[in-house]
Nanobody
Framework: QVQLVESGGGSAQAGGSLQLSCAASGYPGCIFDMSWFRQAPGEEREFVSAITSRGRTTYVPSVRGRFTISRDNAKTAVYLQMNNLKPDDTAMYYC????????????????WGQGTQVTVSS
């Protein structure tokens, strides 16, 4: 059974920091990439950041320079360090993991965490 366990959400003042964590287990195959998405009330879910199995990272422009994604391959965990938080960062944050057959370069499944709330006050 695939499990994505997220933690680290909470409340912060503008300019503050939070770190999100997501640990994956029970998935078949190998990791293709791990990423974070967020969804604010009344808005669509949007991409925030991703990291590939080789460590290549991407960010949505609004968080570049403030957020840092990293991963622990041994623990199959992904982290999102969020600095200089802004009220616009307030959202439910979701971890997503894509997997692939270990003998393939293409992903074939994706799994989502349950979400962790981040609230930033001005």
């Amino acid at each position: 059974q695939v499990q994505l366990v997220e933690s680290g959400g909470g409340s912060a003042q503008a300019g503050g920091s939070l770190q999100l964590s997501c640990a994956a287990s029970g998935y078949p195959g190998c990791i293709f990439d791990m990423s974070w998405f967020r969804q604010a009330p009344g808005e669509e879910r949007e991409f925030v950041s991703a990291i590939t199995s080789r460590g290549r990272t991407t960010y949505v422009p609004s968080v570049r320079g403030r957020f840092t994604i990293s991963r622990d391959n041994a623990k199959t965990a992904v982290y999102l360090q969020m600095n200089n938080l802004k009220p616009d960062d307030t959202a439910m944050y979701y971890c997503k993991v894509r997997t692939r057959p270990c003998d393939s370069a293409n992903y074939d499944n994706e799994y989502w965490g349950q979400g962790t709330q981040v609230t930033v006050s001005s």
